[in-house]
C-alpha cells in the first residue's frame, strides 16, 4: 500500500547543479502538488497539478520547473540549485474537486551548498 | 497579510487538559479546510476536514466561522501523544485544486 512515493529521500547538492525530484501515487488521484517546507514553518505551495495535463504556479515558484509526466507521476526540477533552496520537499496527491484531503510523500530533504 | 494564519505557539498545557487553535484564511471565496498533524521530521497526515456546520471526532472539534474567516481546533482531555504541530489548510479562492498552509501550531503536552 505505496500511497505516494518520493526519490530521493535525501540529497546533497551544490550550487548551479539541476536535480530532478519525483513522485509517483497509486491512488488513481487527479490532483498533485510540491511543497517545501523550511525550519519551523509550514507548507509553502511551489506547484500543483490540478488533474493530467494541467499545471499551475503555487505561491513559491521561482526557481523551479514541474512536469505531469502522466497521471501517476509529478517531477519536480531544480535547473540550478541554490543554498535558497535547501529544504524539506514535500510532494502529495488528492483526488481533486472541493474538500477533498491531501496525501503526502515522506518527504525529500535537499541540502544545497 | 498571509493568505493562511495560524499563531506558531508553541502551546504548553497540562496532560487532560483542553486547547483551541484558530486559523485565519484571507480570501472569502475559499470553501474547502482541513486541520492536519505533523509530528517532528514526518509528513503532514490529515487530522480531520473541517464542515461548514462543525465536526467532532472523538476528543477533536472543529469548526467554521465564515463571517469571520476562520476556523477551529479544540482538542478535549489532551494525551501526550498529542503532541504535534497542527497545520491548517484552506483551498484558495475558488481553485479548489489549490491548497494553501498556515505555518503551524505547536503543541507540547506535559506530563
Known amino acids: 500500500n505505496a500511497g505516494v512515493t518520493q526519490t530521493p529521500k535525501f540529497q546533497v547538492l551544490k550550487t548551479g547543479q539541476s536535480m530532478t525530484l519525483q513522485c509517483a501515487q497509486d491512488m488513481n488521484h487527479n490532483s498533485m502538488y510540491w511543497y517545501r517546507q523550511d525550519p519551523g514553518m509550514g507548507l509553502r505551495l511551489i506547484y500543483y497539478?490540478?488533474?493530467?495535463?494541467?499545471?499551475d504556479k503555487g505561491e513559491v515558484p521561482n526557481g523551479y520547473n514541474v512536469s505531469r509526466l502522466n497521471k501517476r507521476e509529478f517531477s519536480l526540477r531544480l535547473e540550478s540549485a541554490a543554498p535558497s533552496q535547501t529544504s524539506v520537499y514535500f510532494c502529495?496527491?488528492?483526488?481533486?474537486?472541493?474538500?477533498?484531503?491531501?496525501?503526502f510523500g515522506d518527504g525529500t530533504r535537499l541540502s544545497i551548498l | 497579510r498571509k493568505e493562511v494564519e495560524q499563531d506558531p505557539g508553541p502551546f504548553n498545557v497540562p496532560e487532560g487538559a483542553t486547547v483551541a487553535f484558530n486559523c485565519t484564511y484571507s480570501n472569502s471565496a475559499s470553501q474547502s479546510f482541513f486541520w492536519y498533524r505533523q509530528d517532528c521530521r514526518k509528513e503532514p497526515k490529515l487530522l480531520m476536514s473541517v464542515y461548514s456546520s462543525g465536526n467532532e471526532d472523538g476528543r477533536f472539534t472543529a469548526q467554521l466561522n465564515r463571517a469571520s474567516q476562520y476556523i477551529s481546533l479544540l482538542i478535549r482531555d489532551s494525551k501526550l501523544s498529542d503532541s504535534a504541530t497542527y497545520l491548517c489548510?484552506?483551498?484558495?479562492?475558488?481553485?479548489?485544486?489549490?491548497?494553501?498552509f498556515g505555518s503551524g501550531t505547536r503543541l507540547s503536552i506535559r506530563p
Open positions: 502529495a496527491s488528492s483526488e481533486g474537486g472541493s474538500a477533498q484531503p491531501q496525501h
Open positions: 497539478s490540478a488533474s493530467e495535463g494541467t499545471t
Open positions: 489548510a484552506v483551498n484558495w479562492g475558488s481553485s479548489a485544486s489549490k491548497i494553501i
